[in-house]
Antibody
Framework: QVQLVQSGAEVKKPGASVTVSCKTS????????IHWVRQAPGQGLEWLGI????????SFSQKFQDRVTMTRDTSTSTVHMELSGLRSEDTAVYYC?????????WGQGTLVTVSS | SYVLTQPPSVSVAPGKTAKIACGGN??????VHWYQQKPGQAPVLVVN???DRPSGIPERFSGSNSENSATLSISRVEAGDEADYYC?????????FGGGTKLTVL
């Protein structure tokens, strides 16, 4: 069965960058798009962008396109999401999810805390 | 950009039917997907493509879509249905979520 397992919680200072990883298993890595969605404390779901694992192409929400990078490692079937220029408002749980256009599969979430 | 509007909260008595609306301009032309999220957990897909139920989702969950509003219906509501519910569409290559509706079981 499809599984998405994310890296552990992170604490970062304002201005820093954070990388969250999503290790996939249970299917052919190149066949399912991977999305990143975040949820600030007490708030709703917010989409950051999508990566196509077959060729590494990406598409981002306009809100994040200057600060987010998504890459994949085909040798480990893992997708990485880097968010730079962190500010307090980026404190949130970050999820990887798949496939498209809806999300049948979700990672367990990674809490990123931005604090000085 | 496309906007999805949900009521912040809906309350329903056990055993009754809850209806959660998701408004969007001409939303009937889009496929709407619904998620249930309980505290501290990742969202769970409960309805996709307007009215289909993924495997393992009870028949009590159903969806519809017409004109400018899609609706998630939960019949014979149970205490365990208390959660946040989100609608979602795919519009011009981006994913849009509604703001979420907190379902309270009285």
């Amino acid at each position: 069965q499809v599984q998405l397992v994310q890296s552990g919680a992170e604490v970062k200072k304002p201005g820093a960058s954070v990388t969250v990883s999503c290790k996939t298993s249970g299917y052919s890595f190149s066949t399912l798009y991977i999305h990143w969605v975040r949820q600030a404390p007490g708030q709703g779901l917010e989409w950051l962008g999508i990566l196509n694992p077959s060729d590494g192409s990406t598409s981002f929400s306009q809100k994040f396109q200057d600060r987010v990078t998504m890459t994949r490692d085909t040798s480990t079937s893992t997708v990485h999401m880097e968010l730079s220029g962190l500010r307090s408002e980026d404190t949130a749980v970050y999820y990887c999810a798949s496939p498209a256009p809806h999300f049948q599969y979700w990672g367990q979430g990674t809490l990123v805390t931005v604090s000085s | 950009s496309y906007v999805l509007t949900q009521p912040p909260s809906v309350s329903v008595a056990p055993g009754k039917t809850a209806k959660i609306a998701c408004g969007g301009n001409n939303i009937v032309t889009k496929s709407v997907h619904w998620y249930q999220q309980k505290p501290g957990q990742a969202p769970v897909l409960v309805v996709n493509f307007d009215s289909d139920r993924p495997s393992g989702i009870p028949e009590r969950f159903s969806g519809s879509n017409s004109e400018n509003s899609a609706t998630l219906s939960i019949s014979r509501v149970e205490a365990g249905d208390e959660a946040d519910y989100y609608c979602q569409v795919w519009d011009s290559g981006i994913v849009v979520f509604g703001g979420g509706t907190k379902l309270t079981v009285l």
